[in-house]
């Protein structure tokens, strides 16, 4: 049931991000929302956790605007799985760090999604935009991190308290 | 006195000619007093409106607030009006073609490849290979079609390659997405001759060459040309003529192979 919610949520999150973001970019880069909700699922909950909200929401991404199916959910799986695994024993307190981890995190998606892309032939000079595309990207999702983190520890705390207190 | 007053009454003349030079005077006079009197009036009206102040405040706030609701829509419908003016005239002008109006419905959340959603699809008579215009000019193509979207890859994705040429050399090339050394929201235009006398600000548009896009739809302008390195080829850098981040509403060409006849032809 929790899962479902935290399923629920991030396709939230990834209709606000097909809609709504358009409109927040700067120049021809905008942040990430849902992929910064996976990265901050698994800090939370963990590798498992993080490597299926994230194979799902780069599922359904691929359905939606892709033309190779399963290639935005293995990068994201792995992403997600990475953060998740990477993130254990690392104290997540201060904002700082919650950023750090979302723009290394954002840097491997990238890296990766690059990668991928180059080996189904979807793009021919991958590291051309590396610097226009990929790294203002990985500093916008930064950027937004601490609020999505926020409103993550918030479900969390909500969630904790629904379903290991109350019931 | 009875006597006299008959006698006055007989002349009507008598009495304007006592009365005129008394008139004369008086009436700045009574001019003076009348206007005192509206003002005394108006201070009187104002003093029981002092007690209403308060809820005549708050339903002057709340028709502010209202009338401000119907400003923004009306900013919105004017907004949404110039737009549908914009495009009607499009279609009128291009009536050879046979248009569908579609909504952008959503956009490629990454940063790296360009996909649009739009809300019609195969149950609207659309299918995969047709062009997408705007009133600005071309956008891209359908890559899928579903019962009720369709997915158009924009001509600024690096995977996107149409047919063009230049519109006052008549050279053909291809364009090519965004890719280096186009910078980002700018496409390549590659295989012109060598020997094209290309400038800056020439107008592209697509060839018609391929069969996907029909002939001599805007596609933008150069602004930049460049010859290959060891080859006979140049390149040109051109800048859409679309805005593709403010993609609302767009037009799909229904009929490129076969055009509808325009009338009087």
Redo the contacts between chains.
């Keep these: 049931m929790r899962l479902a919610l935290n399923v629920f949520i991030m396709i939230i999150f990834l209709l606000i991000q097909s809609t709504t973001v358009n409109f927040l970019q700067i120049g021809s880069i905008k942040p990430d929302i849902s992929l910064v909700f996976v990265m901050c699922i698994a800090m939370f909950k963990g590798e498992k956790t993080g490597a299926f909200i994230g194979f799902l929401n780069g599922l359904i991404e691929d359905m939606l605007y892709g033309r190779v199916l399963g290639f935005n959910a293995l990068a994201r799986l792995l992403t997600g799985y990475a953060i998740g695994f990477g993130t254990k024993n690392i104290f997540k307190g201060p904002v700082l760090i919650t950023m750090g981890i979302v723009l290394i995190g954002s840097l491997f998606h990238s890296i990766i999604f690059v990668l991928l892309s180059y080996i189904l032939k979807q793009t021919s000079n991958p590291w051309y935009f590396f610097m226009p595309i990929i790294v203002p990207s990985a500093f916008l999702n930064m950027i937004i991190s601490p609020f999505i983190y926020y409103l993550v520890s918030k479900l969390e705390s909500f969630f904790d308290y629904y379903f290991n207190i109350k019931y | 006195m009875i006597f006299l007053i008959s006698f006055l009454s007989k002349d009507a003349n008598y009495i304007d000619n006592i009365s005129s030079p008394v008139i004369t005077i008086f009436a700045p006079a009574q001019k003076l007093m009348s206007n005192i009197n509206k003002n005394i009036g108006a201070v009187f009206e104002t003093i029981p409106q002092f007690f209403n102040l308060k809820q005549e405040n708050e339903k002057m706030r709340q028709t502010v607030a209202e009338l401000e609701h119907y400003r923004q829509k009306y900013i919105e419908y004017k907004e949404e009006n110039t737009h549908l003016r914009a495009m009607l005239g499009f279609k009128q002008r291009n009536a050879q073609y046979e248009l569908e109006a579609a909504e952008v419905?959503?956009?490629?959340?990454?940063?790296?490849?360009n996909?649009i959603?739009i809300d019609k699809g195969l149950k609207d008579g659309l299918k995969k290979d047709m062009a997408v215009v705007t009133e600005e000019g071309l956008v891209g193509c359908i890559?899928t079609a579903g019962e009720n979207y369709s997915?158009v890859l924009l001509l600024i994705d690096?995977?996107s390659s149409v047919s063009a040429m230049i519109q006052r050399t008549r050279d053909n090339g291809i364009l090519k997405g965004t890719?280096?050394?186009a910078?980002?929201?700018c496409v390549k235009m590659v295989f012109l001759p060598h020997d094209a006398s290309l400038v800056k600000g020439d107008v592209v548009i697509s060839s018609g060459l391929g069969g996907i896009i029909p002939k001599g739809i805007e596609i933008g302008e150069i602004i930049e040309v460049k010859k290959e390195p060891y080859e006979l080829m140049q390149y040109a850098i051109v800048k859409p003529a679309v805005d593709f981040?403010k993609l609302e509403r767009v037009f799909v060409i229904k009929n490129q192979g076969e055009q509808l006849p325009v009338e009087g032809e």
């Design positions: 419905i959503g956009r490629d959340s990454g940063n790296w490849f996909i959603l890559i997915k690096e995977r890719i280096a050394p910078p980002m929201g981040h």
